[in-house]
């Protein structure tokens, strides 16, 4: 399809199953989150879907429409929720584990979270050492698994009467991986899940099988999992719409925002230095080093983009970047960040700014899943396949085409995600030139 060709776009009729591997803290706040604003317990907040406006022709025509009332979004009464997990908790007993929602409300959306019971999962214990549990498929191939999940992706859209489906990966956090030979070609990750290659990690069967499925695929986490040329290829020839990876919600969200703007001033910045206590599942998966070097990977790459040290060697030339993450169980999902970043202005003073982010990691990453689910679904009525770069804004490393750099500033994230919009309802562009009001 022509980039330039305004897309039909199909109606969201019928049911859409949203399944996510792993049904832990992020996958159960959002689930719940869901449910709530159902029952109208709660706004939608953090939302874009639900919540945003986008802007639409001059600012003299005063169009400002909920973004949901432009494109035809699966409305939340639509959506029916699934996943996997290795523990047999139904989505009520795993929230109640992760401690994020406070019980009075939880109570509120428990028989629609008892409800979501955990399919059997896909599970090595080598990619994700710190954790097991009790609720995994049977050995048997790589091949065999992928069969096994495109199966109960089949039995979910007919049990629950689904017109379409989407995945998005609230797994745990893999061991850091590049690509190898079995992920140059799809027919060599064929091969390679016919010979239970041990380079192809539980993520990237979920993948295949999505995608074998016509099942949309949004990576939550740092993994490598659709970052491949297998999968690219797979994506390209099923049509199918991916995107990733790894959620920008707290200190990477907060650097994402704090760049751009010190950047926009030509200040320079000798370091920035981050670091966490995070006590929840996934802190303890990220407490092992080679799970860690995955998130600290993703985590990393934003500022180099943003500040392009080769164009601003004065500016950006040479400044030490550190990430930490520690395990420290009495904060639970209520992590804490701090952020000092070392500044320099005219003349080379000097200048420092500290940040110090009392977040709730699943708070912030509950409505980036909905969108993401909703957003994937819309692309792929629309007939949009492969990377979806538009919705890099909820991501800390986002996919893009080989041929360019990923766009980490927020804002330009947010301006093409909703000159996105504007083309998929064939709207003018918004540029921000101008000019028009002072002829
Ligand atoms: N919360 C955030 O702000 C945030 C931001 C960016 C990325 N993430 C990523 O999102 C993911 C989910 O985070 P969380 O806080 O919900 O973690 P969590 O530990 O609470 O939940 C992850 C769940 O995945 C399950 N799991 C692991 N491997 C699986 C497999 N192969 N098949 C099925 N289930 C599997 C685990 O048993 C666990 O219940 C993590 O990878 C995390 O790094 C979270």
Redesign the pocket.
């Known amino acids: 399809m022509s980039v330039r060709q305004t897309p039909a776009i199909g109606a969201p009729e019928g049911k859409l199953g949203v399944l996510t591997?792993?049904?832990?803290?992020?996958?159960t706040t959002f689930i719940a989150g869901v449910e709530a604003i159902k029952k109208n317990l709660t706004p939608p907040i953090g939302s874009l879907t639900q919540m945003g406006r986008i802007r639409l022709g001059k600012r003299t025509e005063s169009r400002n429409p909920l973004i949901h009332d432009l494109v035809p979004l699966a409305p939340l009464d639509n959506l029916v929720f699934g996943g996997?997990?290795?523990?047999e908790d139904s989505a009520y007993d795993?929230a109640k584990n992760?401690g994020v929602i406070a019980s009075d409300l939880l109570e509120k959306v428990r028989p629609e979270l008892d409800a979501v019971k955990p399919m059997s999962?896909?599970?090595e214990k080598r990619y994700?050492t710190r954790?097991d549990?009790p609720n995994k498929k049977a050995p048997a191939s790589k091949m065999e698994h992928a069969e096994a999940l495109i199966e109960d992706i089949a039995n979910f859209k007919k049990d629950n009467d689904l017109a379409r489906c989407v995945m998005v990966w609230?797994?745990?956090?893999e061991i850091f991986q590049t690509p190898s030979d079995v992920h140059s070609s799809l027919e060599k990750f064929e091969e390679g899940l016919r010979k239970s290659d041990p380079e192809i990690a539980?993520?990237q069967i979920y993948a295949y099988a999505a995608l074998k499925s016509g099942v949309p695929f949004a990576n939550?986490?740092p993994n490598l999992t659709v970052d491949t040329n297998a999968m690219l290829q797979l994506a390209g020839r099923e049509g199918v719409p991916i995107c990733g990876k790894?959620?920008k919600?707290?200190q990477t969200f907060m650097k994402t925002l704090l760049a751009p703007g010190l950047k926009s001033r030509l200040l320079g910045m000798s370091g920035w230095f981050s670091t966490n206590i995070l006590g929840?599942?996934?802190g303890e998966?990220?407490d092992e080093p080679a799970n860690f070097r995955t998130?600290e990977e993703s985590k990393l790459s934003a500022l180099d983009v943003i500040f392009q040290p080769d164009q601003y060697p004065d500016l950006y030339g040479k400044y030490d970047h550190k990430v930490r993450i520690e395990y420290y169980p009495p904060r639970g999902d209520n992590k804490e960040g701090w952020d000092n970043i070392d500044i320099f202005g005219w003349m080379g003073y000097p200048m420092q700014i500290k940040v110090n982010f009392l977040c709730r990691?699943?708070i912030?990453?509950a409505p980036l899943v909905l969108d993401l689910a909703l957003f994937l679904d819309l692309a792929q009525r629309a007939g949009m396949s492969g990377i979806q770069e538009w919705l890099s804004f909820y991501f800390?490393s986002p996919m893009a085409a080989q041929s360019v750099y990923p766009e980490h500033d927020i804002f330009i994230q947010l301006m093409k995600l909703k000159n996105t919009l504007r083309w998929m309802k064939g709207e003018d562009l918004i540029t921000h030139l101008g000019l028009e009001y002072y002829d």
């Open positions: 591997p792993g049904l832990g803290a992020v996958a996997w997990d290795i523990y795993s992760a999962a896909v599970f994700v954790i549990g609230c797994g745990s956090t539980p993520s939550g986490a790894d959620y919600t707290g929840n599942r996934d998966v990220l998130k990691d699943s912030l990453a800390k």
